[in-house]
């Protein structure tokens, strides 16, 4: 089950936390999340699984920024959340979606216990000029069935900013 705005306001500071949190963000069954000032773009292709690639910071002006169709942009959310017995979900808003940009590519999914920023995998179809502090994205949450065991991965948790790909280190640590 997905739970409505108002359980998810009641479950504030208990089984969800969302800093900063307004009232004015909270949807019938979701909450908006906004997006950071900055973005991060891969500098070096074609990308390799096994590696850590380079990439650069950039930063959203007030004014907006240009996104180009064909390049991946990571972002983050302005909105640190923790989520404990519940399983977080990730979608972009309808209103982005309808002017061409993708939130996310394939990890619209969180875990239960994942603490930390989300960051969002960015494309747009055409070019599209973006802001900052824009509500981009939508957290909703599914109840569990069954025993919980909380997410604890060193590669993504308590994440402070922006994280590109930490594949490679599956790759050193012996899982292929």
């Known amino acids: ?61 007030e004014s907006g920024l240009l996104l180009q169709p064909g390049v991946l942009y990571l972002g983050r959310t302005l909105e640190y959340t923790e989520t404990h017995n519940l399983v977080p979900m990730l979608e972009g808003r309808s209103s982005i979606g309808r002017l061409g940009m993708y939130v996310h590519v394939t990890a619209g999914f969180g875990d239960v216990g994942f603490k930390g920023f989300w960051t969002l995998e960015i494309s747009v179809i055409q070019p599209l000029v973006i802001y900052p502090n824009v509500e981009i994205c939508q957290i909703f949450y599914h109840t569990v069935e069954g025993e919980i065991t909380e997410y604890k991965s060193g590669k993504y948790q308590g994440n402070k900013g922006i994280q590109t790909s930490m594949l490679y280190k599956d790759f050193e640590n012996g899982k292929y």
Do not use: A, F
Not at 24 to 42: A, G
């Open 1 to 61: 089950m997905i739970l409505t705005g108002k359980e998810i306001k009641k479950r504030l500071e208990k089984d969800i936390i969302i800093d900063p949190y307004s009232d004015n963000r909270l949807n019938p069954n979701s909450y908006n999340l906004r997006l950071h000032n900055e973005l991060v773009r891969y500098t070096e292709t074609p990308l390799d699984m096994k590696k850590s690639n380079p990439s650069e910071n950039l930063i959203i002006p």
